[in-house]
């Protein structure tokens, strides 16, 4: 029976902070987890929750998740704490330490979140945070797998805003081997430190792509993959994005130039008639709400890695 094995850094915050062998690690745990072949207890662990921004599935898959391992999780939210009153972050890390076994954090800054790390002597998660969203990377391709099986040869076709998402998905692309293209609004490119990062981490360099032609990114791929295109604390280029990423909507066109077999992805929440038409996001392709689900096993997964 396979069993949890300690990851070699002590935070996830970043998808390039596990190895090629962890990341399949945890998708396989994830699986086991998915079959309830597999029953790891954390009795008497906490988890903590600080988070900046709104949530569902990412708070409450964490929240099962743990239940689940048999934990418990406090709820910090920063309006009703010390948090939401200025306490320095140094401050509320090393109190957080001697009370919660681990810290998943969902903020803006990809500095604060390693703030806490730095303070922190417990194992930090990103949640969420401007940069980066790893533990969505990490359902995104357990779904790709459970669909797909083997990973080889396969394209993954990002399409809309270079985002946190987008950065993820580049990453734990990297670590897999796994073709990934990215099409996006001159502009509204990936962050060029995590290109770069990505680059460093593919065996073959060829297998990034960055371009701003949907139609062309499409072909042959295997997944589609979108988000919104304008991403929380981003409310005021709404108006604005709307008009740019004019014609990056995932609708049947871009569908039927992919792969016959392509499934459809988005973390969600989704935007109808923006970035995916309501016809491909109800669609038999569709494997959105596969996808949602796996936010609990892929996080049961790293939780029982970080605990274990």
């Not at 954090?105 to 990809?110: E, G, L, P, V, Y």
């Not at 805003?161 to 990297?174: K, P, R, Y």
């Not at 701003?212 to 791929?221: E, M, Q, R």
Request: aromatic share 6%; glycine share 4%; net charge negative.
């Amino acid at each position: 029976m396979i069993k949890p094995k300690k990851l070699a850094n002590n935070n996830f915050l970043s998808s390039s902070d596990i190895s090629t062998e962890e990341i399949i690690h945890i998708l396989e745990l994830a699986k086991s987890f998915k079959n309830k072949d597999l029953n790891i207890e954390v009795k008497s662990k906490v988890l903590g929750l600080i988070f900046d921004k709104s949530s569902t599935r990412t708070r409450v898959s964490f929240q099962v998740a743990m239940s689940r391992l048999g934990g418990t999780t406090i709820d910090l939210n920063p309006t009703t704490s010390q948090i939401g009153r200025g306490e320095p972050i140094k401050d509320t890390a090393r109190v957080l330490s001697k009370y919660c076994d681990v810290i998943a954090i969902r903020t803006f800054d990809q500095s604060d979140l390693e703030e806490y790390a730095k303070w922190s002597t417990k194992p930090v998660i990103n949640a969420l945070t401007d940069l980066e969203h790893p533990c969505q990377a990490l359902a995104d391709f357990l779904t790709i797998q459970e669909e797909f099986h083997d990973l080889k040869d396969l394209v993954l076709t990002f399409i809309g805003d270079g985002n946190n998402v987008a950065n993820s998905l580049i990453l734990c692309g990297a670590l897999l081997g796994v073709e990934v293209r990215i099409a996006c609004p001159k502009g509204y490119e990936p962050n060029s430190l995590v290109i770069n990062k990505a680059h460093e981490i593919y065996k073959n360099k060829n297998l990034l792509k960055i371009t701003n032609d949907p139609n062309a990114a499409v072909l042959g791929a295997n997944v589609l993959y979108t988000d919104v295109w304008s991403s929380m604390g981003e409310e005021n280029q709404k108006v604005e994005k709307d008009k740019v990423f004019n014609g990056f909507t995932i609708d049947n066109d871009l569908v039927n130039k992919a792969n016959k077999d392509a499934i459809i992805l988005h973390c969600l929440p989704a935007y109808r008639s923006k970035e995916i038409t309501e016809e491909v996001f109800e669609s038999k392709k569709s494997r959105i709400f596969d996808q949602a689900e796996n936010r609990l096993h892929a996080q049961q997964a790293l939780l029982s890695c970080i605990l274990c």
